[in-house]
């Protein structure tokens, strides 16, 4: 017999795993659990490229032959990222969380060929995210000096992977144990957030362990977090319960009948509840109906923030996740504005957007540079670009091309833009002077520098490029 492992199933009974049921209080009373005897050792980095456990008499483990035959990783970069995120886990969390983690990255990364400008941030963001799927406490600014990238970059990226991380995590648990948290939802996920946000605010820790051992505490009940208390006009908090959980259901709701349903039940509710708005916005039979939603939306969620709270957050909108709302329904009301030829206000908010949340964690700058080229506002939208000049995705680098164009800028100076967007992008030349026919559905992900970058530039500025037919002349003759 060998001593209970930390992976095994609980002795209780419970069905869960021992690290997750009884480990702790066993510890606390100094008890050594008995149990069958043990697997061979689990090793992360066999682990790490999906190789199986074996015991001294298999095979001498092959490296090579595991990576190429067990865990394909299409591009290197995607390699680096999962090297970089154990090599900071190691020792901070269990071995096989970190290594759930490094499969569902391979899955994620494999899908969705996310864009890598530093190898820095993905590992940042698995580790926020295993941190929350364990109930292991860091702030994003503690990850953000760990890793040496942004907080608000780190934010960023979660809202990308945040949805499939959660759904590949929970498939991953054992059938009879339960997923860590229960987050269902963005709206779930937030409201979590917006818990600990407002309870740490109440607390005056001296160090970190402290506010571990704080919420700790509060999540022992079978790992789940106390229900958040959601603040409207009315202070109601029993109402703010409600309406949050109705719009949770909402949200997750795929009928469209009880989606529009629930949502104005939300808002009967709590009429300051942006996200139902937005809700009622996308099921909207028109534009000119749906503006009208996404307005009200806005509306709401300036009354729920408050004019304090909203001047305070201006300029790291988004990072205080009760802003998020409000932004969602006011980047909808944009994009809603432009396809109604209402140039002028979506540019207007699109503008406000940038200013709120700098950061642009919604990529409202892609939507205000193409606004600002069909209005033939060169010179803002080279301000913009110089604000963002470190975006080298293709709808900056081609649109580059154009602003200069604009801006009657030399042959020497239009040709040296189009090689840099050429190497930033070499597949967007075929779309743009006809060689390759769009695809009439836009891509699901868009990667960074591939054919589908290139179809998601082409199909919101195609119609800019027809108007300068000696810029596709040339582009034709450098390609």
């Not at 409600?242 to 997750?252: G, I, R, T």
């Not at 996200?275 to 969620?301: C, H, K, Q």
């Not at 189009?418 to 002077?433: M, S, T, W």
Request: aromatic content about 8%.
């Amino acid at each position: 017999m060998q001593k209970l492992g930390r992976n095994d199933n609980c002795h209780c009974g419970s069905g869960k795993k021992y690290k997750k049921c009884c480990l702790d209080k066993d510890q606390e009373s100094n008890i050594t659990r008995i149990g069958p005897k043990a697997e061979p050792e689990w090793n992360l980095e066999d682990a790490m490229n999906n190789v199986t456990r074996f015991d001294s008499a298999a095979p001498e483990f092959n490296l090579e032959k595991a990576m190429n035959e067990e865990l394909v990783w299409d591009i290197p970069i995607h390699l680096e990222v999962a090297k970089l995120f154990v090599e900071h886990t190691s020792g901070r969390y269990d071995d096989e969380d970190i290594y759930d983690l490094v499969v569902i990255w391979n899955q994620f990364a494999a899908e969705n060929q996310p864009i890598i400008r530093k190898v820095a941030v993905f590992p940042a963001v698995l580790e926020n995210m295993l941190a929350i799927l364990t109930d292991t406490f860091i702030t994003q600014a503690d990850l953000a000096r760990k890793y040496g990238v942004s907080a608000a970059t780190i934010s960023n990226k979660m809202d990308q992977v945040f949805d499939y991380f959660v759904a590949q995590w929970e498939a991953m648990e054992d059938s009879v144990g339960e997923p860590p948290m229960n987050l269902q939802s963005r709206n779930s996920m937030e409201a979590q957030m917006k818990a600990i946000q407002d309870m740490l605010a109440n607390q005056d820790f001296e160090t970190m362990e402290e506010a571990q051992a704080f919420l700790k505490n509060l999540m022992q009940n079978d790992g789940a977090m106390p229900a958040p208390a959601v603040q409207i006009g009315s202070n109601n908090k029993a109402k703010g319960r409600n309406a949050a959980a109705l719009l949770d259901q909402a949200m997750s709701q795929n009928d469209p009948v009880k989606r529009e349903r629930l949502a104005r039940q939300v808002i009967e509710v709590n009429p300051d509840e942006a996200d139902a708005y937005s809700i009622l916005g996308e099921l909207a039979p028109n534009p000119r109906v749906a503006a009208y939603y996404y307005r009200e939306g806005m509306l709401a969620g300036e009354r729920a923030l408050g004019e304090k709270r909203f001047k305070a957050a201006k300029g790291h909108f988004w990072m205080d996740v009760e802003t998020r709302p409000y932004m969602r329904a006011k980047l909808n009301y944009a994009q809603t504005c432009a396809t109604m030829f209402n140039q002028e206000e979506a540019i207007l908010q699109l503008e406000e957007m940038l200013e709120l949340n700098p950061n642009d964690n919604q990529g409202a700058r892609d939507l205000l540079l193409m606004a600002y080229l069909e209005e033939h506002e060169y010179k803002k939208a080279s301000q913009l670009i110089t604000a963002y000049e470190e975006d080298a995705s293709a709808w900056f680098t081609y649109s580059r091309v154009l602003v200069e164009q604009g801006l009657d800028k030399p042959e020497s100076t239009i040709r040296h833009m189009l090689r840099l967007a050429i190497e930033a992008n070499p597949y967007v030349p075929a779309y743009l002077i006809g060689k390759k026919k769009l695809p009439k559905k836009s891509p699901e992900y868009v990667g960074f520098g591939d054919d589908r970058e290139a179809i998601y530039y082409v199909q919101g500025n195609f119609h800019l490029w027809q108007l300068q037919p000696k810029l596709t002349k040339l582009l034709e003759g450098m390609i």
